[in-house]
């Protein structure tokens, strides 16, 4: 059974950093890709980066390119997956989910914010505010 854990959330000053952290165990050839998405108060969710656990691909939302990058560490058991986010604006402010996903169109699913099946973990908050 997989088992997802994110860490590294918080408050930071617009124009700061902070660095995500996505603990994916379990039966790792269960999933093609670990993603992070994130949700606003009152918006759709959005895809804002993904990472194929296998070939290495990956996806980052318009609003994002440039600012964030995702990376990935392997071990024999589990899957780290971070996500640095650098130059963050109010508009970056959401719960931030990271998820696997199971599906072979796991880019496309980033792409619309809707992955395939997979585990996800409980959210972190971020808040970008002066």
């Known amino acids: 059974q997989v088992q997802v854990v994110e860490s590294g959330g918080g408050l930071v000053q617009p124009g700061g950093s902070l660095k995500l952290s996505c603990v994916a165990s379990?039966?790792?050839?269960?999933?093609?890709?670990i993603s992070w998405f994130r949700q606003a108060p009152g918006k759709a969710r959005e895809g804002v980066s993904c990472?194929?656990?296998?070939?290495?691909?990956?996806?980052?939302a318009d609003s994002v390119k440039g600012r964030f990058t995702i990376s990935k560490d392997s071990a024999k058991k589990s899957v780290t997956v971070y996500l640095q986010m650098n130059n963050l604006k109010p508009e970056d402010t959401a719960v931030y989910y990271c998820?696997?996903?199971?599906?072979?169109?796991?880019?496309?699913?980033?792409?619309?914010?809707?992955?395939?099946?997979?585990?996800w973990g409980q959210g972190t908050q971020v808040t970008v505010s002066s």
């Open positions: 990472i194929g656990t296998s070939d290495g691909r990956i996806y980052y």
């Open positions: 998820a696997t996903d199971s599906s072979p169109y796991w880019f496309e699913g980033c792409q619309i914010g809707n992955p395939g099946f997979g585990t």
């Open positions: 379990g039966f790792t050839r269960d999933y093609h890709a």
